[in-house]
């Protein structure tokens, strides 16, 4: 089993347009909403890809039966804890012709502390029965900024043989990096923003540095993969048996949200069956390009897996790194 957690669900409201007139009068092609999460989000593809999953955090009085009823239609198993407030709404607004994607997220309602001591143990318990622990996205206030670092922790101490990893950005990064877990998935600005660097040149012209960057921050984290995602430009896997490059594969982009948490997914159901490096980018790559094909935060099925899988292109950038 693999235990996600989502600290900040959300209701994702997608708005399709041909493109963003800043200032000006914007008129929705089409509008739809999806209940999510980070992590919901990756349990919804591990189910897909056939990995039994437990969906763990917080819920908020108002929307907890929307959530709850989302779940149960994916078939999800959920854990949650509930807290008073209600579920924040983020923005969405994809342009058709350039496939961009801009985001305008909530912050979210404020969590008691007591809420935050009930998913310490939630999070305990089910890390004993976890092959791995996904902790992604942000914290609503109220959470400490080493949330994320106390989990790990608590995860090491209740199960060591369970994989932990770990999606976030800013101090809750930072400081999850302090308790050393196996799996980093940063996108190309998050690992930015960690490092105090700038890979302007795109991937072409910046491929050894970010290659070095990895390696650098591998070394002191003692993260086992670091998968960096760059959008169209494909991602980067590394690993101390060689650093891998998969091309984005060639389908029809309709929606941007999900994509990274699909490739969390696919790495995790692969790393944790014992697929390497190579193949592990492979199912990330695939889980990521068969949810792009979807519409709003629908995401990759197992469908979309298969026919996309054929498709994906890995090269080896260089074997053996330790």
């Not at 900040?8 to 041909?18: E, F, M, S, Y």
Request: aromatic share 4%; glycine share 12%; with cysteine.
């Amino acid at each position: 089993m693999i235990a996600t957690v989502t600290l900040n669900p959300c209701r994702d409201r997608t708005i399709v347009i041909p493109r963003l007139a800043v200032g000006g009068l914007n008129r929705a092609g089409s509008v739809r909403d999806d209940m999510s999460g980070k992590g919901i989000n990756v349990s919804a593809v591990l189910r897909s890809l056939g990995v039994e999953t437990l969906c763990l955090g917080f819920i908020f009085d108002q929307g907890a039966d929307e959530l709850t009823e989302t779940l149960a239609a994916k078939g999800l198993r959920h854990d949650f804890v509930r807290a008073p407030g209600k579920i924040r709404t983020n923005l969405k607004i994809f342009e058709a012709e350039s496939r961009r994607m801009t985001e305008i997220n909530e912050a979210g309602s404020p969590v008691p502390a007591e809420r935050a001591d009930e998913l310490r143990e939630k999070v305990r318990r089910s890390a004993r029965e976890s092959a791995a622990v996904v902790l992604s996205g942000s914290a609503p206030p109220g959470v400490k900024a080493d949330f994320y670092r106390e989990l790990i922790e608590i995860c090491r101490e209740a199960n060591p043989s369970a994989a932990i990893a770990l999606d976030a950005d800013g101090e809750l990064l930072k400081n999850g990096l302090d308790a050393r877990p196996d799996i980093l998935k940063p996108n190309l600005c998050e690992l930015e923003n960690l490092l105090g660097k700038k890979f302007g040149g795109g991937f072409a012209a910046e491929r050894d540095n970010i290659t070095r960057c990895c390696g650098e921050l591998a070394r002191e984290t003692g993260a086992g993969l670091i998968c960096v995602s760059m959008g169209a430009e494909g991602a980067l896997l590394w690993s101390k048996d060689g650093v891998f490059f998969a091309k984005a594969p060639d389908v029809e982009v309709r929606s941007l949200q999900g994509a990274g948490d699909s490739m969390m997914a696919g790495l995790c159901a692969a790393y944790v069956t014992g697929k390497p490096p190579a193949e592990s980018l492979r199912w990330a790559a695939a889980a990521a390009g068969g949810s792009v094909m979807r519409e709003g935060t629908e995401l990759c099925g197992r469908e979309d897996f298969d026919g996309v899988y054929g498709k994906v292109e890995i090269e080896e950038i260089r074997t053996g790194t330790i």
